[in-house]
């Protein structure tokens, strides 16, 4: 079994979220993500309502205002989503953005035309938890994703239940995890290549099946 980083799930809390934005900012890759995304917005409809999960300091809120989009979010840390107010100002108005796990989504079925989630599934959280989260986020969206996973061009391998997913599996096998909840990937967009070797990170765009 290949080694894969430890779960990050608890470190988004008090001085982390404060600074998140501005330590963030400083990476390539955020802003790499940021026109990734943009992009791959304009490619759905507008108007749409969109669940981001996680929340965090709702870095896509911008964007998802300038497709006319309902925007809600679900986000375990209060300290994140102090700081999204305070680094939205305004744009934080009328968005519904709920604390809580995305192992238990507090949404009806259904609910959104669109779930996004990035810098999450892979890392984050535990591979058994990513695959309840993929089910979750599953039942509460009618008709896209835009979902953050990463594969290995050059092996892949099956992540243990208490590992993360990171970029060890192959693209073949994580769009097979996609359909086993109900995803149908139908565009990639590169946003990071590595650390580890082989390794690829990709906002996946999905219809539902």
């Known amino acids: 079994m290949l080694d894969t980083p430890k779960p990050k799930g608890d ?32 490619k759905l409809p507008r108007d749409l309502s969109v669940v981001d999960i996680p929340f965090g300091t709702g870095r896509f809120v911008p964007l998802y205002h300038d497709r006319g989009y309902s925007i809600s979010g679900l986000e375990i840390s209060g300290h994140m989503i102090e700081a999204a107010r305070n680094d939205l100002g305004s744009q934080f108005d009328g968005c519904d953005v709920k604390i809580g796990s995305s ?18 599934l892979s890392n984050i959280i535990t591979y058994a938890d990513a695959c309840t989260s993929l089910a979750e986020f599953s039942r509460v969206t009618r008709r896209y994703g835009i979902i953050q996973l990463g594969h290995n061009v050059q092996t892949t391998a099956k992540p243990g239940p208490d590992q993360t997913m990171d970029t060890i599996m192959s693209r073949e096998d994580v769009d097979k995890l996609l359909a086993e909840f ?24 999905c219809e539902k099946s």
């Open 11 to 42: 470190r988004y809390y008090g001085r982390t979220a404060e600074i998140y934005n501005r330590k963030r900012i400083k990476q390539k890759w955020w802003h790499i993500e940021h026109e990734e995304m943009r992009q791959l917005l304009e």
């Open 103 to 120: 192992i238990d989504i507090p949404f009806a079925d259904q609910t959104f035309d669109l779930i996004v989630s990035t810098r999450f």
């Open 182 to 205: 109900g995803f149908r990937a139908i565009e990639r967009r590169l946003v990071l290549e590595g650390p580890a070797e082989g390794g690829e990170m990709h906002h996946i765009l």
